[in-house]
């Protein structure tokens, strides 16, 4: 044993030179990809480079089972196997270790997020439920997006990519290293056209524009410890098509657009101890801040805003929605059938309609803005108690803030208190058992115990099969539980029942006593590594079940949300990374998923076959290319397929490194993007980029 | 007489040379050597190491005296063996062109070329403290047969070594990827360094590979998953993957044979023909490497290194 015969030679004439630090200690090292307690896929540097994406989202393509789409051209969604078409709920993402999903709607903006992809070092994607390790909302995978460490960022690097669709994007970025710590400073924009039409052939309002700043530091404070910290900022406007429909026929004035002006703000900061080369920890806490401020204007007639119709509505929404859809109708003759007390109200709101200028137009502001906050400490301590035996231990808290007058009807907070173990024994070369539980505490849903145990299988140290079973809950997030949805129009045009706001009579209350959904995770799996062949290949059969499983869709009309659903999602997915020589790098991926829920919106997220395949060469003489096809079979009913060529040519003059870079999009296919609404006018899309650093 | 008496008398004969020998050696101290260890800096694992030394030669007069204690070189006896153990002790040496044969120990190729250029000045030889360029291939070669592409980094004090490292990498078929670190507070060059290598090969470079470097090294080539193999034991204790090493009994066994010869026949360079492997096991764990089998490893390179 290397540990027992080292500190032996220390008395040695011969060996007692100059005292180092153990760097790579038990509790740094990580598992071997044999090892690994799951399903895991790494998108390294160079993927990320060659892909020529300008978004996380699209990476994501790279990755089997993920299903990748689009609500706008600033929305991407994203979900792993399926479930929720326009929100990333069951995912957990975060970057450097900071959990990125919305406190309040609990959804993740990929267009948001305040990171450049110029800074990302490589994404790593656990496929599949870890709460243990990354928290509760990790209940189908995790995207975990690690910024390239300010050691590795040193110099000036500049970058501008301009194309068709108004794509427009910069980036900018110094590091610098002293004596005890490395900065690196970064500003980027993006902007976009987004999709170009939507499905009557009307021009498609989702563009987006968009800067950041960010400031990553890492500070050697002495042998033992050391800090990370990082400000990030975002601001934007990201475009949202008008969709404002008047209730009440005969209304024709309305808005433009419900464009959104989007910030971002995070900061973390993360103090790392290693007392000994068995034992460190690390405690990280963070703040972030989502903005997203829309107002936009509404028009309807009067009798919306009437007192006596909104609480028609409280009483029975059904037949509110009744009387209002047929307003016209009913104020011919008198008050659909119903009780004294519905028919009393509705008369009331017919005779505003008739006599009181009910059915008049007016116009106001409709404000959706949103403010969400997040405050989280996590402390972790990973303690090697053998060569053969790891204990990982922490905590965490976090509290979230919701604060809107649209959907909470003011502000709405939560706490949440997780405890987490887990705990890796190696009882023989070949064998591997990794489990571990958290506890979590949730002020708003109550508490949880989720297990997790996984049986690895080494051949040898590269070839390794592994069977997992993992239990994982996600609690009801803010908006589906707490919902108190009603709108409230300011800066009427006329005044409305004496005001010059009014409260919209719709308004939609979430149950508050919804449950968590479980997931139950099982997973056989193989990854290996063919060393001769620079092959790595790994392979994933799961069967998943999702219980209690919220699923309705989030709209303001009768919204009620319940445990009542479920679904189950079943198949088999394969990656393979073969470095065929030291020009040739090719990728493959695969899934294929059946997917049977008990709502059928819950499926329709799911690609029976989806997958991706790419070749990667150095040509020689600093010329690349790179091809990638990606591919999957309707995406709510929409296939997708797509072939994407980048060919860069580098140039290095003395110290300065100029790359230039032409990347084209093809469509294959003549579908909308998931929806109807999400069109192109071209099917492929030009776009070149420079790149300068020095 | 037959052949197996006549065999009985030469072995009695034999017998009776040898003790007449033996008897001659103690009776005569003229016939040992005078064998004198000396550093600036005396320390315990110096003193351990006289003590073996002479535990190793016990014919012989092994003494260490302090280098502040010493006379000028030539003003020694010329039939002193002089044995160096640090690098003030090289510059008295070399102080006087005239001086007993000394050997000098824990020095390295780029030490000794800091020093002394491409001089060989007489009666000196220098063994080699850095491990041989050519057996931390072959242990490259040995625990990782499908890596080719060897990086090295190197130093404007170091460059000279590469030539020799390519010479001995071509007919083992691999390929030295060279990137100069000139500036060690920037990491640039290793990041495009880790892109175009399967494993990084130390050179032992103070310069390159020091307490201050270290962090960053292993974690960053961590990072692309590259191992390092060397330059030295101390970086394996780091995280480095693997390195050959001679220890103290090695360097016993080596001066053990150099002192049975004439000074005269004494190598003007020479890297130590006894030398053992260590490896991380942990290290090569995470990176999906078998363990190093550190004895077997040991043999099979010595084994390789034995000339036809």
Request: charged share 20%; aromatic share 8%.
């Amino acid at each position: 044993m290397l540990l027992c015969s080292l500190p032996a030679l220390a008395d040695d004439l011969f060996l007692d030179g100059q005292p180092l630090p153990q760097v790579l200690t038990a509790t740094r090292l990580k598992q071997s990809a044999a090892a690994v307690p799951g399903s895991m896929t790494v998108i390294d540097s160079e993927l990320i480079k060659a892909s020529g994406a300008r978004d996380v989202s699209e990476l994501l393509r790279l990755v089997p089972g993920m299903m990748v789409g689009y609500t706008t051209g600033n929305q991407a969604s994203v979900n792993y196997h399926g479930t929720s078409a326009s929100d990333a709920r069951r995912m957990q993402v975060l970057i450097d270790g900071r959990s990125v999903y919305r406190a309040g709607l609990a959804t993740v903006d990929w267009s948001d997020i305040p990171v450049a992809m110029e800074d990302i070092e490589r994404i790593e994607v656990f496929r599949g439920p870890n709460t243990v390790s990354y928290g509760a909302n990790a209940l189908m995978a995790v995207v975990n997006i690690l910024t390239r460490s300010p050691t590795n960022s040193h110099g000036s690097r500049m970058k501008v990519t301009r194309g068709e669709r108004g794509i427009n994007d910069f980036y900018a970025s110094q590091g610098v290293g002293w004596e005890t710590g490395d900065l690196r400073l970064s500003l980027s924009g993006q902007q976009d056209d987004g999709f170009d039409s939507n499905a009557v052939g009307a021009d498609r309002r989702d563009g987006r524009r968009l800067n950041r700043f960010s400031l990553a530091v890492s500070q050697t404070l002495n042998a033992q410890q050391s800090l990370d910290w990082q400000l990030n900022v975002k601001e934007g406007t990201n475009q949202r098509p008008y969709t404002y429909t008047p209730v009440f026929d005969g209304i024709s004035e309305h808005g433009s657009n419900s464009d959104i002006t989007a910030k971002d703000y995070a900061g973390s900061l993360r103090w790392n101890v290693d007392f000994n080369p068995d034992h460190s920890l690390y405690i990280q806490g963070s703040a972030q801040q989502w903005d997203r401020r829309q107002i936009w204007k509404a028009c309807d007639a009067k009798v919306s805003f009437s007192p006596q119709l909104t609480q028609l509505w409280q009483l029975n929404p059904n037949y509110a929605e009744r009387l209002a859809r047929n307003m016209e109708t009913y104020s011919q003759g008198s008050a659909p059938p119903g009780s004294a007390a519905e028919q009393a109200l509705a008369n009331q709101v017919l005779d505003q309609w008739k006599h009181q200028g009910g059915k008049d137009n007016v116009c106001g502001d409709i404000d959706q803005s949103t403010r969400e906050s997040r405050y989280d400490l996590e402390l972790q301590d990973t303690l090697s108690l053998s060569d053969s035996l790891r204990l990982l231990t922490g905590f965490n808290y976090r509290y979230d803030r919701a604060d809107s007058d649209t959907y909470f009807n003011g502000t709405l907070d939560d706490t949440t208190w997780r405890l987490f173990g887990q705990l890796e024994w190696r009882p023989s070369e070949h064998w591997l058992l990794q489990g571990g539980a958290m506890y979590e505490d949730t002020h708003l849903s109550g508490h949880s115990l989720t297990p997790r145990v996984a049986v690895n299988y080494l051949i040898n140290p590269r070839h390794g099969l592994r069977a997992v079973y993992s239990e994982a809950v996600r609690s009801p997030d803010m908006f589906e539980n707490n919902v108190n949805w009603s709108y409230r129009v300011t800066n009427l045009s006329s005044p409305t029942y004496g005001q010059n706001s009014g409260q919209y009579f719709v308004v939609t209350r979430g149950p508050g006593n919804l449950d968590k959904e479980l997931m139950r995770s099982r997973e056989l799996g193989y990854n290996g590594f063919f060393a001769d062949l620079g092959l790595n290949v790994d392979v994933k059969l799961f069967y998943d079940e999702i219980t209690d499983m919220i699923s309705s869709p989030l709209r303001n009309n009768q919204y009620i949300a319940s445990n009542a659903n479920s679904s189950r999602f079943t198949g088999a997915e394969s990656q393979l990374d073969w470095r065929v020589s030291n020009a040739d790098r090719l990728r493959l991926t695969y899934a294929y998923v059946d997917a049977s829920s008990s709502n059928p919106l819950d499926k329709a997220q799911t690609a029976r076959n989806s997958g991706s395949a790419g070749w990667l060469r150095e040509w020689g003489q600093g010329w690349s290319s790179a091809v990638f096809y990606y591919g999957d079979d309707a995406l709510n009913q929409y296939r997708f397929q797509r072939v994407d060529l980048r060919v860069a040519k580098r140039i290095a003059v003395a110290k300065t490194n100029v790359e230039l870079a032409g990347m084209l999009q093809q469509r294959l296919d003549n579908q909308p993007t998931t929806w109807a609404d999400n069109n192109y006018d071209h099917r492929h899309v030009l776009y070149f980029s420079a790149e300068l650093d020095f | 007489m037959g052949d197996q008496s006549r065999m009985t008398l030469l072995l009695i004969l034999l017998r009776w040379c040898r003790g007449l020998l033996a008897g001659l050696l103690l009776a005569a101290p003229a016939w040992s050597a005078d064998i004198l260890l000396t550093a600036a800096q005396d320390s315990a694992g110096l003193q351990a190491f006289t003590q073996a030394l002479a535990h190793q030669r016990p014919d012989d007069q092994v003494t260490f005296t302090p280098l502040r204690d010493l006379p000028a070189p030539s003003r020694l006896p010329s039939s002193t063996r002089l044995i160096l153990l640090d690098l003030p002790g090289l510059d008295w040496r070399l102080q006087d062109a005239q001086g007993p044969p000394t050997l000098v120990l824990r020095i390295s190729r780029l030490q000794a070329r800091q020093r002394m250029g491409n001089t060989h000045p007489a009666k000196i030889s220098l063994l080699w403290s850095d491990p041989p360029l050519e057996r931390q291939l072959r242990l490259i070669a040995s625990i990782l047969p499908q890596a080719h592409r060897i990086g090295v980094l190197y130093s404007a004090d170091s460059e000279f070594l590469l030539r020799e490292l390519m010479q001995f990498a071509k007919p083992m078929g691999l390929e030295i990827v060279p990137q100069l670190w000139g500036d060690t507070n920037d990491s640039r060059p290793l990041q495009t360094l880790f892109r175009n290598s399967d494993v990084l090969l130390g050179l032992d470079d103070p310069q390159l590979y020091n307490p201050k470097t270290v962090k960053n090294l292993l974690l960053s080539s961590y990072a692309q998953q590259l191992p390092l193999v060397g330059p030295n034991a101390g970086f394996v204790r780091a995280g480095s993957l693997a390195s050959t090493y001679s220890d103290q009994p090695d360097w016993l066994a080596v001066l053990d044979r150099l002192l049975d010869h004439a000074p005269a026949k004494w190598p003007h360079t020479l890297y130590p023909e006894h030398f053992k492997v260590v490896g991380n096991p942990q290290v090569a764990r995470s990176l999906g490497i078998e363990q190093v089998d550190e004895a077997a490893v040991a043999a099979r390179l010595a084994e390789g290194e034995k000339r036809p």
